[in-house]
């Protein structure tokens, strides 16, 4: 997924290079912040963590602290469109996973476990209201609200020391984020069409207390985590217009 990003980003700045050599009398892109202008987002968010101190805005954080994997790159697909000059309403998907494998190789083990596979996914809806100021030569800032909601699910694959041997466990997780808060961003109209914009989005978010289930041997047993919730926490995101 990175390389195609990055792939996607050599052409579009190959186009507008190429663009800018056949119009050399040109003054511009002019930003197209327009009643009905309308966009496809692409959205890359390349730090995510999966606890409270670290970022929310769709991701699902905050749901399980005991496993070994955190989602920590999101990428999304969403839709933009300007109800007047200055507003416009956007929403979107975004997903993101992860996966590690650990494995302790000493005599003993201080925390429990010998082995440990462990996988997260996150799957995310957000919604934006952004006001667009006066655009400053390509670029035009903005400010706005958003509200997003997450699921999210994990689990835990290891073994446990035992007598004269080892124990198979699983540890399974799943939970839900509601956010809500304010974005920061621009979009940069590098070429006509096409626009590079970061977003920053500070506010407040809180999870549902995990459903875990934890299965070793013959014995499985279900309870509930803790609920939590946040202020002040956020995430960046990178985002791709193309306009239609």
Sequence with gaps: ??????????????????????NK????????????????????????SNNLTGNFAGTGVGIYDTTATAVNQLYGVGFQYFVSSNISLGGGLTFGSGSSELQHTGAATTN???????SATTIGINVDANYHFKSLYSVSPYLGLNVNFAMQSAKDDGTTPAP?????????????????????????YFTPGLSLGGKYTLGFATTSGADIKTTSGAITIENK?????????????????VHF
């Design 25 to 48: 009398g040109w003054d511009g892109t002019k930003p197209e912040v327009y009643q009905g202008s309308k966009s496809f987002i692409f959205l890359y968010s390349p730090f995510v």
């Design 164 to 188: 004269g041997g080892s124990t198979p466990y699983t540890v399974e997780y799943s939970g839900n984020v509601f956010g809500a808060g304010i974005n920061f961003g621009f979009d940069w």
């Design 225 to 241: 985590g803790p609920k939590a919730s946040a202020f002040g926490t956020g995430i960046a995101s990178i985002m791709l217009n």
């Design 112 to 118: 429990g476990w010998l082995t440990r596979k462990s």
């Design 1 to 22: 997924m990175k390389k195609l990003f990055l792939a996607l980003m050599l052409v579009f700045f190959v186009s507008s290079f190429s663009f800018a050599q056949i």
